[in-house]
């Protein structure tokens, strides 16, 4: 068992001093036959083994339960080969929508990508990959609890450093929303006036603000082929 | 106007490197990326200019032309004489190239792509480069860590932050233009600097903070001394909005991409790079999957 699938749930551990790899080593041998289920138990044999507070163990069970989804969600080489050649036919799909005006755009049926799965947090775990070397336990106590989407998508890409082929991407509270619209297909128009009437706008230069910013985060969403069209 | 690469193979042959900013290697996620990077960057400005030539060593023929079988229209072998020269320095293949060129031209980084010309503003420029780095920490940085490890910095470097109080350093993503002189002159005080100093090139030395400054702070100190203006692709990185690794740059007004810094090193930009490949040169994509 690869630890460094766990590197947050561990390094939670050290920040709060409780060393979660000799906790697992007690349970399960140093080979780590059942790491993932003794991983699951961990709340309890925390709990169990010494007093935390509240907010540790929730933060300790919230990362456990990421990183173990993260690790369930890695696909098998030949799966990895299958998602690889339909990212590239999307790729090749994406270059004739991303040319189109919005008018041709508005009335296309996109849904979220099957390979995509978004979800939300108390702690802000997931973060942009230009930020990863700087990522510090320290700040996400600090900045507290709060309300922090990202999602996990499977690529057709196996990364040796990362031994996955599950990319982790940070959303803001407007991307995830735009996802959740997406959920089913959905006509790009749609989606566009549904978003936009979630906000309060008093004038007619926001309101045409606001069309462009949704404009360009749709934009995103199906460059990085979150979503894709459905025929 | 003549599009310039330069590879000097000698520090990517060094040891994989987990620093993304350090050169070895090329800095890149896993080698298969990097010739990835040179083919898409070759033929995305192929498309465009008639002229594109190869500056580099024999190692890097070997690799890019019989094994990559990439489409320069002129190769330089010059690059061997660079080796006695420590990997770290690994941006002198570029001040070597520009010594060596007679007609005006631009030097594009292997991790920069395009799908348009560039305007005439561009091409017709005495010189050129990327863009302004208003990220000043980076000099600040790059300065006292020199100094603390007896670097000896040039006059016109302490001359021009005398002046001016900032660094104001232009990014060499791109850069060139059709005052030849200047290159000429500006690859020789690049080697006085660079020689003069070359006992000092130790452990100690981060190669990715001294070219900074011996390629790009004093290009645009020299520009400035001899009051010649440089022209910059992007003329406010702040205001064009811009991540330049983004590939979603190429459906954008400004069609370019650079893998600046660390983004060679992100899953997302090697990932995109290599499907942008594979649909544009399927066949180059092919063949360096081949040699893995």
Request: net charge negative.
């Amino acid at each position: 068992m690869d630890a460094r699938h766990f590197w947050r749930t561990i390094s939670l551990g050290e920040t709060i001093n409780l060393d979660i790899l000799e906790i697992l080593k007690k349970v399960s041998g140093t080979n780590f036959d059942n790491f993932e289920t003794d991983l699951k138990n961990l709340f309890s044999i925390v709990n169990s083994e010494t007093k935390l507070g509240q907010n540790y163990l929730e933060m300790l069970c919230e990362i456990q339960a990421i990183e173990m989804e993260k690790f369930r969600l890695r696909d098998v080489k030949r799966t990895i080969e299958k998602v690889f050649r339909e990212d590239l036919r999307l790729s090749a799909e994406r270059e004739k929508l991303l040319v189109m005006d919005h008018k041709s755009l508005n009335n296309i049926r996109f849904i979220l990508n099957p390979m995509v799965e978004i979800y939300e947090s108390f702690w802000e775990w997931t973060v942009k990959e230009s930020r990863q070397r700087s990522f510090n336990l320290e700040n996400v106590l600090k900045e507290g609890k709060g309300d922090y989407y990202f999602l996990f998508e499977r690529t057709g890409v196996y990364d040796h450093w990362l031994d996955t082929n599950v990319f982790e991407y940070p959303l803001t509270q407007y991307q995830y929303f735009l996802l959740q619209l997406f959920g089913e297909e959905r006509e790009i128009q749609s989606v566009t006036n549904e978003f936009i009437e979630t906000f309060d706008t008093f004038t007619f230069e926001e309101e045409q603000e606001l069309l462009i910013l949704t404009r360009r985060l749709i934009k995103e969403l199906i460059f990085k082929k979150h979503i894709i069209r459905k025929y | 106007m003549k599009i310039i690469h330069s590879y000097w193979s000698k520090p990517a042959k060094a040891t994989f490197n987990k620093n993304p900013t350090e050169k070895l290697n090329g800095g890149w996620r896993h080698p298969k990326y990097q010739y990835m990077s040179w083919a898409l960057s070759c033929l995305s400005f192929k498309k465009y200019y008639d002229e594109i030539e190869l500056v580099t060593d024999r190692a890097g023929e070997e690799l890019l032309i019989s094994q990559l079988k990439l489409p320069y229209t002129s190769v330089k072998v010059e690059l061997d004489k660079l080796d006695d020269y420590p990997k770290k320095l690994w941006a002198i293949g570029k001040l070597c190239a520009f010594g060596l060129q007679n007609e005006p031209f631009i030097h594009v980084d292997n991790d920069v792509f395009i799908w348009e010309q560039f305007n005439k503003r561009i091409e017709n420029a005495p010189l050129l480069a990327q863009h302004v780095d208003f990220d000043e920490g980076h000099y600040n940085f790059a300065m006292e860590h020199l100094k603390k490890n007896g670097i000896r910095i040039p006059q016109i470097l302490q001359r021009d932050f005398k002046k001016y109080k900032r660094y104001n350093v232009s990014n060499a993503g791109i850069i060139g233009g059709n005052d030849i002189e200047f290159f000429k002159k500006f690859s020789n005080q690049a080697f006085e600097f660079i020689d003069s100093n070359i006992e000092y090139v130790n452990e100690n030395i981060i190669g990715a903070t001294y070219a900074i400054v011996y390629e790009q702070y004093l290009f645009s100190a020299m520009a400035r001394s001899e009051n010649i203006r440089i022209e910059h692709f992007i003329e406010d990185l702040r205001t064009e909005n811009m991540d330049l690794s983004n590939f979603i740059r190429k459906y954008e007004k400004k069609k370019y991409v650079h893998l600046i810094a660390g983004a060679k090193s992100y899953f997302e930009s090697c990932r995109e790079l290599e499907q942008q490949l594979i649909l544009e040169y399927p066949e180059y994509h092919t063949r360096i999957i081949s040699l893995f």
